[in-house]
T-cell receptor, first 109, second 114 residues
Framework: GQNIDQPTEMTATEGAIVQINCTYQ??????LFWYQQHAGEAPTFLSY????GLEEKGRFSSFLSRSKGYSYLLLKELQMKDSASYLC??????????FGAGTTVTVRA | IAGITQAPTSQILAAGRRMTLRCTQD?????MYWYRQDLGLGLRLIHY???????GKGEVPDGYSVSRANTDDFPLTLASAVPSQTSVYFC?????????????FGPGTRLTVL
């Protein structure tokens, strides 16, 4: 199984940068995903890492270190609409995802 | 239909009743999943299907059953609902044969068992 840890809550100011860390212990690894979930809505896909390094997608970047069991999601130039929960998920060899409990990010004006 | 749909949107159910949550996707994805989401616990996998005709158990399968008769539909059945099954249920699908195989989620069903 997977054990996935991420902070419960983070608060940042509009225009700032926030980094959400995720650590995992896995019995099998086949990729790490980040999802965004606004309150009352479904999760939506943000990023995917399977090799070590940084993946950049506009204002969002995700980093993976497989040897350390560590990932982070970097949100730059924060906007009010970025207030949401961010879910870290690890995929195993059977293509099943295990999710962390999620990090609620609040962006303040 | 565009993407993945779920029905009903919400339901209040008496304990002991049988309930089927419906999920349909039109993306021809091979894999489908059912999750429940509870405050503080995140998304937990109930059952999954990697292809039509096959199903597997996830992390929390007890009290739930699924079937996958065709590619598009993946219903979740609660044979005899209990209050601990009060949750938000999300169905998801993915094309695990190409690209990153990210999962696409339906809008969810909010279920309350009294």
């Amino acid at each position: 199984g997977q054990n996935i840890d991420q902070p419960t809550e983070m608060t940042a100011t509009e225009g700032a940068i926030v980094q959400i860390n995720c650590t995992y212990q896995t019995s099998g690894f086949n990729g790490l995903f980040w999802y965004q979930q606004h309150a009352g809505e479904a999760p939506t896909f943000l990023s995917y890492n399977v090799l070590d390094g940084l993946e950049e997608k506009g204002r969002f970047s995700s980093f993976l270190s497989r040897s350390k069991g560590y990932s982070y999601l970097l949100l730059k130039e924060l906007q009010m609409k970025d207030s949401a929960s961010y879910l870290c998920a690890v995929r195993d060899g059977d293509y099943k995802l295990s999710f962390g409990a999620g990090t609620t990010v609040t962006v303040r004006a | 239909i565009a993407g993945i749909t779920q029905a009903p949107t919400s339901q209040i159910l008496a304990a002991g009743r049988r309930m089927t949550l419906r999920c349909t996707q039109d993306m021809r994805h091979n894999a489908m999943y059912w999750y429940r989401q509870d405050l503080g616990l995140g998304l937990r996998l109930i059952h999954y299907s990697n292809t039509a005709g096959t199903t597997g158990k996830g992390e929390v399968p007890d009290g739930y059953s699924v079937s996958r008769a065709n590619t598009d539909d993946f219903p979740l059945t609660l044979a005899s609902a209990v209050p601990s099954q009060t949750s938000v249920y999300f169905c998801a699908s993915s094309d695990s044969m190409s690209g990153p195989g990210e999962q696409f989620f339906g809008p969810g069903t909010r279920l309350t068992v009294l």
